[in-house]
């Protein structure tokens, strides 16, 4: 039975560990540097926890890199270092797969391109996983460890990835700041932020069936000057939002000038 070790106990370890767990495979250890991180997932998995680095041991045969992407290769050449048959991989969507190079043998990338919460679960079955491996066998391997939780399993290159993660960026990321807006303002003048659900959900099944391009609505690509103006009005004294708002409306539509922006 394949065994795994966790390296990072954030998001999207907690998830990718449950669901491993849950498809039978045996997660032998999980590390993290927070001593309470470490010891929440470990035991929710039921492998050993540990927040010393040196204390992983050579069991498992898998070993998976889900850290921030500023102690990835601090990490990389720790854990590497002495277990030449083994496989690594890391979670990184906008990290090359050469992090690895002249650390080990066999190595690759397992990235699923999703949102994660600790504490929201989530279906690996519904989530495209997108994987490189540096040799036909290692990616091989990767693709039977991605088999078990999804049949979405995409091979792509670094440099591909990281523009696919770029525009997970804007489509996810981006897109969650601009509901944090909308949540404030609704929030000041006592309005719940759950109005806007049906609208937000209805805009994510349109972009399912037409490009979104073509579901793009409101005041901006309508040109609708006398809209966009008093909207600027309404946001006096949040001068960034004012020019994230003038930034996205002439991204919209280029025909939205500054002149016509830049009134008040």
């Given at each position: 039975m394949?065994?795994?070790?966790?390296?990072?106990?954030?998001n999207?370890?907690?998830q990718?560990?449950?669901?491993?767990?849950?498809?039978?495979?045996?997660?032998s250890?999980?590390?993290?540097?927070?001593?309470?991180?470490?010891?929440?997932?470990?035991?929710?998995l039921?492998a050993?926890w540990?927040?010393?680095?040196?204390?992983?041991h050579?069991?498992?045969?898998?070993?998976?890199?889900?850290?921030?992407?500023s102690?990835?290769?601090?990490?990389?050449s720790?854990?590497?270092k002495?277990?030449?048959?083994?496989?690594?991989?890391?979670?990184a969507?906008s990290?090359?797969?050469?992090?690895?190079?002249?650390?080990?043998?066999r190595?690759?990338?397992?990235?699923?391109m999703?949102?994660f919460?600790?504490?929201?679960?989530?279906d690996?079955e519904?989530?495209?996983?997108?994987?490189?491996?540096n040799?036909?066998?290692?990616?091989?391997?990767?693709?039977?460890?991605?088999n078990?939780?999804?049949?979405?399993?995409?091979?792509l290159?670094?440099?591909?990835?990281?523009?696919?993660h770029?525009?997970?960026?804007?489509?996810?990321?981006?897109?969650?700041y601009?509901y944090?807006?909308?949540?404030d303002i609704?929030?000041?003048?006592?309005?719940?932020f759950d109005?806007?659900?049906?609208?937000?959900?209805?805009?994510?099944?349109?972009?399912?069936?037409i490009?979104?391009k073509?579901?793009?609505t409101?005041?901006?690509?309508?040109g609708?000057?006398?809209?966009?103006?008093?909207?600027?009005?309404?946001?006096?004294?949040?001068?960034?939002?004012?020019?994230?708002?003038?930034?996205?409306?002439?991204?919209?539509?280029?025909?939205?000038?500054?002149?016509?922006?830049?009134?008040?």
């Open positions: 394949m065994k795994v070790t966790l390296i990072g106990a954030g999207l370890a907690t990718l560990g449950k669901s491993l767990k849950k498809a039978g495979v045996i997660i250890q999980v590390y993290s540097r927070t001593e309470d991180s470490a010891r929440t997932l470990g035991e929710l039921e050993e540990l927040t010393d680095i040196k204390a992983l050579d069991e498992a045969d898998i070993y998976i890199f889900s850290v921030k992407d102690v990835l290769c601090e990490l990389i720790e854990v590497c002495g277990r030449g048959d083994k496989l690594f991989l890391h979670t969507g990290m090359p797969m050469s992090c690895f190079e002249g650390k080990a043998l190595y690759g990338v397992f990235y699923p999703q949102t919460s600790k504490t929201k679960d989530v690996f519904r989530i495209p996983v997108f994987i490189e491996g040799s036909i066998e290692t990616e091989d391997v990767i693709r039977s460890l991605a078990k939780l999804t049949q979405r399993v995409i091979r290159s670094s440099a591909d990835r990281k523009y696919l770029l525009a997970a960026v804007w489509a996810c990321n981006f897109t969650n601009c944090t807006v909308a949540s609704l929030g000041e003048h006592g309005i719940p109005v806007m659900l049906p609208l937000i959900n209805e805009t994510t099944e349109k972009i399912q069936k490009s979104p073509e579901t793009q409101g005041p901006a690509v309508r609708d000057r006398n809209v966009i103006s008093k909207q600027l009005e309404l946001m006096n004294g949040k001068e960034d939002l004012q020019e994230l708002y003038k930034m996205l409306s002439k991204g919209i539509n280029p025909l939205v000038d500054n002149l016509t922006l830049d009134k008040r």
